[in-house]
């Protein structure tokens, strides 16, 4: 039973961009985007609550955005100006409950299998 379904990884060049989606089926107010590159661990990139608010770690302020787009029925992060430290793989996940909506991966209890972004 899939709840949550990753799409729009790929390469691109330094400086370009790209648009994540991820397809939910989860019941949940709060979705959050992560990365992982190799060796490193999971990190946090953004959050978005169903109430209106987002949040986003410093390193993509100004450069990402996440959304949400109710007729698709996902959530969406906007890449911009990307840069090879940003190369990995994304997930999104769902927030588990009583966890505050930051990204913070220990605060999401449901992924998706990710997709793979590369800046070259």
């Known amino acids: 039973h899939v709840q949550l379904v990753e799409s729009g990884g790929g390469t691109v060049q330094a400086g370009g961009s790209l648009r994540l989606s991820c397809k939910s089926s989860?019941?949940?107010?709060?979705i959050g985007w992560f990365r992982q590159a190799p060796g490193k661990e999971r990190e946090g990139v953004a959050t978005?609550?169903?109430?209106?608010?987002?949040n986003y770690v410093d390193s993509v302020k100004g450069r990402f955005t996440i959304s949400q787009d109710r007729a698709k029925n996902t959530f969406d992060l906007q890449m911009t100006n990307l840069t090879p430290e940003d190369s990995g793989t994304y997930y999104c996940?769902?927030?588990?409950?009583?966890?505050?909506?930051?990204?913070?991966?220990?605060?999401?209890?449901?992924w998706g299998q990710g997709t793979q972004v590369t800046v070259s």
């Open positions: 978005f609550h169903t109430a209106g608010s987002t």
């Open positions: 989860v019941s949940t107010n709060c």
């Open positions: 996940a769902a927030r588990s409950p009583g966890r505050t909506c930051v990204p913070s991966p220990p605060n999401f209890g449901t």
